[in-house]
């Protein structure tokens, strides 16, 4: 027998009334969402549009524009102490901005508001030309990077020019001085031993904070009197040191023994000895010794190194290779700020003087 489905309209009725079966279907076609009176299908349109959606095209932050420009830092395979300067640099250049009320988004930022306001508010709190000069060099290297990448259609950094410093500027210790420094460091103490060496290590070799405390044990090579030191810009160099400063270290090496660290200087908790440790104990030194009128840091100990060598007789080409300066022009003002032989050897080598003489 032929089972046939039951009606969906109630028959026999004077008007056609919809049956069981057709409220059902309607129903479960409701629930699954595929009803077809309350959600009719709407055909889609085949032009894409090209209208962008806000939500992902909104400018990076600030400290997006610093995250990205340290970034390029690292690939190009500088220094930490390098990209810590840079990151510090420019979040004060924001903070000083924001201080005085000004635009501080890196991309709206303006020629004026770095010449007037950040220039002009480093200069009015009257910052050593040094500070300034490397805080307006890693602004301009940091706008250089936003521009010629595209992210901000102008340079504001292009017109910001350096302070002059005075040509005198570099304070040296005295003799007396230094004679009075070496004697603070307690040598009977492990830290005063280290602390001996370090000082006189600063004024042999006329090495930065920086390059003294990342030398490892293996960077020392006592036998040839020698160090292997990692400079700016990740290069290499040797630095010799006497007799001296060696028997200083053989002795500091001796109490500090073998470490787990590789580091060649180390605290009392024989961790690597930091930055901010060795400057505060230098400074100390410096009031132990009544010092004034001259800053007590390590930057001083190379000054003085470099002015003692030129007095000495040491030639500026050697002197530029024991110091790391990629060029002679720091060299050349050592020469002369220091060398106080000049009007003797004119004196002894005049041609004006010579050929009167020959004329006798």
Known sequence: MCHSSPPMYAIGTKHAVP????????????????????????????????????????????????????????FRNLSQRSIAYYDSTLHYLLQVLEEQQQCADFD?????????????????????????????ICCRIFFRFL??????????????????????AI??????ELVRLLRQPNQSTFTGL???????????????????????IEDLHLQ????????????ERRVPFQKTCAKALRTYLAERGDLLTPALF????????????????????????????????????RHTMAKMYIRNGGDPFSLQLILGHSCLDMVQMY?????????????KYSPVEHMRSRRK
């Open 19 to 74: 049956s069981n079966r057709f409220f059902v279907m309607l129903r479960n076609a409701k629930m699954k969402g595929r009803c077809l009176v309350n959600n009719p299908i709407k055909r889609r349109t085949n032009r894409v549009s090209t209208q962008t959606d806000r939500s992902f095209s909104a400018k990076p932050s600030n400290e997006e524009w610093i995250d990205l420009f340290l970034q390029d830092c690292r």
């Open 108 to 136: 709206q930022i303006s020629a004026d508001n770095l010449q007037r306001h950040f220039l002009g508010y480093m200069l009015e709190k009257q910052l050593a030309p040094q500070t300034i000069n490397g805080r307006l």
């Open 147 to 168: 521009h010629r990448n595209g992210h901000i259609p102008t340079n504001p950094a292009t017109a910001l020019t350096s302070v002059k410093a005075p040509k005198d």
């Open 171 to 176: 304070a040296t210790f005295s003799n007396d």
């Open 194 to 216: 280290r602390d001996y060496a370090i000082l006189l290590l600063f004024l042999d070799t006329g090495i930065r904070i920086g390059e003294l405390l990342g030398l490892r």
């Open 224 to 235: 040839e009197m020698e160090l292997r030191v990692m400079g700016k810009g990740a290069k």
């Open 266 to 301: 180390v605290s009392i908790d024989n961790q690597p000895l930091q930055i901010r440790s060795l400057q505060d104990r230098i400074h100390d030194y410096g009031l132990m010794a009544k010092i004034t009128g001259v800053r007590v840091s390590p930057h001083t100990f």
């Open 335 to 347: 020469v002369r700020l220091f060398n106080n032989e000049v009007r003797e050897q004119h004196r």
